[in-house]
């Protein structure tokens, strides 16, 4: 399905619940019966410029009522009282929050341990993160303790530890189970790796999706766009999403215009859910 044909869909289907959720109730064509399970949100880092008051207002804008958040809106620094504050704030206007990340973690025992403090204290049991292959023995050890999972965050070609989920594989299918993929699809293509492909492959470890549009050719430098304006074949992701069970979150990321991000992030909102109806159909 091209960008047009998304679109048109979209206004086709205007009584499409503007909220995300569980299922949006679309299945996949060839799959009848077949639903979506997952949640569909937005990562707040397509809205780290704004404040948390306005960051919270412009997800309702666009009609989604779940997020995962970015530091920019609870930052590391302050004190547990206060992260305790913030995610009661975000509840309190009808937002829920899912996941948090991305976390940067090093192989310093007292440093993790306070990112841990802070996903707790948010009221959490999953985050998304990036972290030093020897840091991931402790890492295991602190998420058995806190009962926690982690999702760690592939970042393209220009990141030497995690370039792609293949490589996230490779280092944490014989740990714990509570380590897992945070899959970032447009870092993945610019890898080189299929998204689609890989979210079958890697499914019982995929807890946390990022879904972005980008222009960029593999191997080169991200050039965000909104979705369906780039090189992604967002369709076949959605579909893969639907077909192997997918049952957690993916995060609307659009980080195209830092300074004015509400249209392009409700232009991209707009597209996947053309997408999605349209899978649902006959």
Aim: with cysteine; proline share 6%; glycine share 10%.
């Amino acid at each position: 399905m091209n960008r047009r044909s998304a679109l048109k869909t979209l206004v086709a289907g205007a009584s499409l619940p503007l909220v995300g959720g569980p299922a949006l109730a679309a299945g996949a064509k060839g799959t009848p019966g077949r639903k979506a399970e997952f949640n569909l949100g937005v990562a707040t880092v397509s809205l780290k410029s704004l404040p948390l008051a306005n960051m919270l207002a412009a997800v309702q804008r666009v009609g989604f009522g779940t997020i995962s958040l970015h530091r920019a809106h609870s930052p590391w620094e302050n004190q547990p009282g206060q992260w305790r504050e913030i995610a009661d704030r975000i509840r309190g206007v009808g937002i829920g929050v899912r996941c948090c990340g991305v976390l940067y973690l090093k192989n310093d025992e007292a440093a993790a341990r306070r990112m841990l403090d802070y996903v707790r204290a948010l009221g959490l049991s999953l985050f998304s993160c990036n972290i030093e292959p020897l840091g991931l023995p402790l890492l295991e050890k602190l998420l058995r303790e806190y009962d926690l999972r982690a999702a760690i965050h592939n970042h393209g070609p220009e990141d030497r530890l995690w370039p792609g989920a293949r490589s996230v594989w490779d280092a944490v299918q014989s740990l714990d189970p509570r380590i897992g993929l945070c899959l970032d699809t447009g870092h993945s293509y610019r890898a080189g790796e299929d998204p689609a492909e890989l979210l079958r492959r890697y499914a019982p470890r995929v807890f946390d999706v990022h879904l972005k549009d980008s222009a960029a050719e593999v191997g080169k430098d991200d050039i965000p766009v909104e979705m369906g304006r780039g090189k992604m074949n967002l369709s076949a992701i959605l579909t893969a999403l639907i077909e192997s069970g997918y049952r957690e979150n993916v995060w609307l990321e659009y980080e195209k215009d830092p300074n004015d991000p509400i249209p392009g992030l409700a232009e991209s909102a707009g597209y996947v859910r053309g997408l999605l109806r349209g899978l649902s159909a006959p």
